[in-house]
T-cell receptor, first 110, second 115 residues
Framework: TQLLEQSPQFLSIQEGENLTVYCNSSSVFSSLQWYRQEPGEGPVLLVTVVTGGEVKKLKRLTFQFGDARKDSSLHITAAQPGDTGLYLC??????????FGTGTRLKVLA | ETGVTQTPRHLVMGMTNKKSLKCEQH?????MYWYKQSAKKPLELMFVYSLEERVENNSVPSRFSPECPNSSHLFLHLHTLQPEDSALYLC??????????????FGPGTRLTVL
């Protein structure tokens, strides 16, 4: 069974701080996605990484796919209250299936 | 607003009831999905439809019955559910199944409580 473990599970930080969320697996994925989910809403795609070692930046968010395509990280610089939410990684398994991670619940305090 | 709507947003039902969840996508997509999101488990894929044909039934109990009458609508029919079926049920759609970077657009979900 493919599993994606995210750490930390919960994170509460002050506005302006930096943070990193990790997504780890023993399985290789052909691509990996990061989502953010806010209360009362479905997950919204932030980024897709495909190539091992790939780094993508989305404003203050930096995503990295591990060289072996088994892990990924999300780094947020100068976090803001609007970054609050549940962050999910999802690894592509097969043609269309995504295995979702256990989630990291982030709260940024003003 | 992602272009995927779900109704109802909240549902409380007894174990002997029959109810249906509805999903509609306004994006012209060909693939639709049902996911289950429980409090203590990762988001789980339940069913996948492509061009109205079911392509995945991820070992889901028969008390959940999907229906896809056309590429814009997806239903999940529920009967004789158990309390452990209480969860957020999410619908998603994507342009097609294939493609490593295919984007799934999720609806807001139906919060189901089984008493």
């Amino acid at each position: 069974t493919q599993l994606l473990e995210q750490s930390p599970q919960f994170l509460s930080i002050q506005e302006g701080e930096n943070l990193t969320v990790y997504c780890n697996s023993s399985s290789v994925f052909s691509s990996l996605q990061w989502y953010r989910q806010e209360p009362g809403e479905g997950p919204v795609l932030l980024v897709t990484v495909v190539t091992g070692g790939e780094v993508k930046k989305l404003k203050r968010l930096t995503f990295q796919f591990g060289d072996a395509r088994k892990d990924s990280s999300l780094h947020i610089t100068a976090a803001q209250p609007g970054d609050t939410g549940l962050y999910l990684c999802a690894g592509r398994s097969g043609t269309y299936k995504y295995i979702f991670g256990t989630g990291t619940r982030l709260k940024v305090l003003a | 607003e992602t272009g995927v709507t779900q109704t109802p947003r909240h549902l409380v039902m007894g174990m002997t009831n029959k109810k249906s969840l509805k999903c509609e996508q306004h994006l012209g997509h060909n693939a639709m999905y049902w996911y289950k999101q429980s409090a203590k488990k990762p988001l789980e894929l339940m069913f996948v439809y492509s061009l109205e044909e079911r392509v995945e039934n991820n070992s889901v109990p028969s008390r959940f019955s999907p229906e896809c009458p056309n590429s814009s609508h997806l239903f999940l029919h529920l009967h004789t559910l158990q309390p452990e079926d209480s969860a957020l049920y999410l619908c998603a759609s994507s342009q097609d199944l294939a493609g490593a970077t295919d984007t799934q657009y999720f609806g807001p979900g139906t919060r189901l409580t089984v008493l």
